[in-house]
């Protein structure tokens, strides 16, 4: 709580501001400057204000500030920030990050924070992602998170922006996984907020994950997105468990991260009860639902990285046959609102498909990846000539006439899908992953 030490006397507001001395429990501000936010959103974000920024920032600012228990294990910090001007807006992309490629174009935006409609690269493909930063760039942040959690991730990303890394004990305010209560920053944190130069994330300060309980794992929101080393620790033991919350619909909140994890685990047990989730309802969905089933595509992929076995060849189909929009609506019928086409949901579905059959890291798949993307530069490369564009088409795939129009977005999703594809193969995803946190954020998470 905040509480101002006045004289017994009257004195003048204009004074009171000059030498007021603010206190929080036994806390004495520094009185730092205001250090100007900036920030802003993708064009295709429609419902994010100034007073919403504002009132992050500001709830933000008392996260820091304010001394939280338990007791002796938060530090009081002061960094002042206030919204610069008002939220300005941004074109780059289409207001969702799918690829590194599209993380990096966002980093090289001037700004503190880019307000963006999705998140499914950081640090590689995830599935789940809040928010991204790195030591230096902008933070990158979901709309439509409710203010508190909100203030609780743009904290969180502004010491990945400052260069800190996760620590891994409750309440802190770095934990990989987000909760309202926590807003703890230590002593070393509370130096790297103020300015001090950090230290490299592999030191002392990065602690390692605790192992839990899978449904405890499961009703976890992961910041970054759900990590593969932690979900695929677990065996196949832990897939009935996970099944039965599939069918409970008062889990929705974690059914994102429960088909991601069974797809982690790979036992292919998972899979017909992840498809039969991915394909039941219809109309307009929860928005927590909706998530759940775009996560499908990579929890397929998931499961093909592990090993091999009989159903592989369906898995494969599904996603292959998936490459053709037009495929989803014969398994689709539910939607993310009445607002949302069926062509925009199938394309979306697609891009996501490419990215699944990327994480496999399976050969055919890499096949059929560099084939789709061969084709589609054929077709790119022929536009401006008819004659020529109409033999090309006519020995041209399907799936690939279907993505005509979008081949720019496409070609960049299948490019990185290929260089996904071949890392996975050469390294598994463990390395993939712990690498690609390295390249593209900076530092180790």
């Known amino acids: 709580m905040i509480s101002i030490a006045l004289r017994a006397f009257v004195i003048p507001a204009v004074l009171i501001l000059a030498f007021v001395t603010l206190h929080i429990g036994d806390h004495e501000m520094k009185n730092r400057p205001p250090i100007p936010f900036c920030v802003d959103r993708h064009t295709s974000v429609k419902k994010f204000s100034d007073t919403i920024a504002r009132s992050v920032i500001q709830k933000g600012v008392d996260i820091l ?4 228990p338990p007791k002796g294990e938060d530090v009081p910090t002061d960094v002042p920030l206030v919204l610069s001007g008002s939220v300005g807006t941004f074109s780059e992309g289409d207001g969702t990050v799918m690829t590194a490629g599209d993380l990096d174009s966002l980093f090289q935006i001037q700004g503190d924070v880019h307000v963006v409609r999705g998140i499914q690269c950081c640090g590689g493909e995830k599935n789940g992602i809040l928010g991204c930063s790195a030591s230096g760039k902008p933070i990158i942040v979901m709309e439509g998170i409710p203010l508190e959690a909100a ?7 502004l010491g990945h922006n400052k260069g800190l890394c996760h620590r891994d004990r409750s309440y802190a305010l770095m934990a990989p996984d987000i909760v309202e209560s926590d807003t703890n920053v230590n002593q070393y944190e509370h130096d790297v907020f103020e300015g001090a130069t950090p230290n490299p994330c592999d030191q002392e300060e990065k602690s390692k994950p605790k ?3 899978v449904i405890q794992f499961v009703h976890k929101v992961f910041i970054e997105g759900v990590p593969y080393k932690e979900g695929s620790g677990y065996t196949a033991a832990a897939v009935p468990p996970l099944l039965e919350l599939l ?3 008062d889990e929705q909140r974690s059914w994102l991260n429960i088909i991601t994890v069974l797809g982690m685990i790979g036992d292919r047990q998972a899979w ?10 219809s109309g307009e969905l929860s928005p927590q639902n909706y998530a759940a089933k775009l996560a499908v595509p990579l929890a397929l992929g998931y499961l093909l990285s592990k090993g091999h076995d009989q159903q592989d060849e369906k898995i494969l189909d599904y996603l292959n046959t998936g490459l053709r929009p037009s495929e989803w609506s014969k398994r689709v019928s539910w939607r ?5 086409s069926d062509e925009a949901r199938n394309v979306h579905l697609t891009t996501l498909t490419i990215l699944g059959l990327g994480i496999s890291g399976r050969p055919e798949a890499l096949t059929t990846l560099q084939a789709l993307y061969d084709q589609l530069l054929a077709m790119q490369a022929t536009k401006a000539d008819a004659s020529l564009k109409k033999r090309s088409e ?4 399907n799936r690939a006439l279907q993505l005509r129009g979008v081949e ?3 070609l960049s999703i299948l490019k990185a899908a290929i260089k996904t594809n071949q890392l996975v193969q050469k390294d598994g995803l463990v390395k993939y992953y712990h690498d690609s946190e390295l390249e593209q954020l900076g530092f180790n998470l």
């Open 272 to 281: 017909m009860p992840i498809k039969k989730t991915f394909e039941r309802d």
């Open 408 to 410: 720019p977005e496409a």
């Open 336 to 340: 993310k609102s009445k607002d949302q």
């Open 394 to 397: 006519t020995a041209t795939s």
């Open 151 to 157: 203030a609780v991730l743009w904290m969180h990303e």
């Open 247 to 249: 069918d409970k619909p």
């Open 65 to 68: 500030w304010s001394d939280d």
């Open 211 to 213: 192992a839990v309980d």
